[in-house]
């Protein structure tokens, strides 16, 4: 089991800014993606934001350079940075870990977070 632990959610009026952090507790080697993904009432939870271990980078499509993800290898963390927030990014953001588990057989291959609720106000 991987504990991963969310944190930076919030309340927030439209055209605001919230981060979001994301720790995993595994070894740094054997994590693949570390990403973000939401999910609004009534709706079925959708990719926000992936960087893979190689750098490379993956965003919704429909995000319009609004947010953008980081990640600190060393002390296995992702963040989020959401500007220009609108109504329609109220969701609860879940923090998602792929390992390599071929490799690393102790662990499976992806784990979730428990999710943190972000509410943008109009």
């Known amino acids: 089991q991987v504990p991963v632990v969310e944190s930076g959610g919030g309340l927030v009026q439209a055209g605001g800014s919230l981060k979001l952090s994301c720790t995993a507790s595994?070894?740094?080697?054997?994590?693949?993606?570390m990403g973000w993904y939401r999910q609004a009432p009534g709706k079925e939870r959708e990719m926000v934001a992936v960087?893979?271990?190689?750098?490379?980078?993956y965003y919704a499509e429909d995000l319009n350079g609004r947010f953008t993800i980081s990640r600190d290898n060393a002390k296995n963390t992702v963040a989020l940075q959401m500007n220009s927030l609108k109504p329609e990014d109220t969701a609860v953001y879940y923090c998602?870990?792929?390992?390599?588990?071929?490799?690393?057989?102790?662990?499976?291959?992806?784990?979730w977070g428990q999710g943190t609720q972000v509410t943008v106000s109009s």
């Open positions: 998602n870990v792929d390992m390599f588990f071929r490799a690393c057989p102790q662990y499976e291959y992806t784990y």
């Open positions: 595994a070894d740094t080697r054997c994590i693949s993606t």
């Open positions: 960087l893979a271990s190689d750098s490379s980078t």
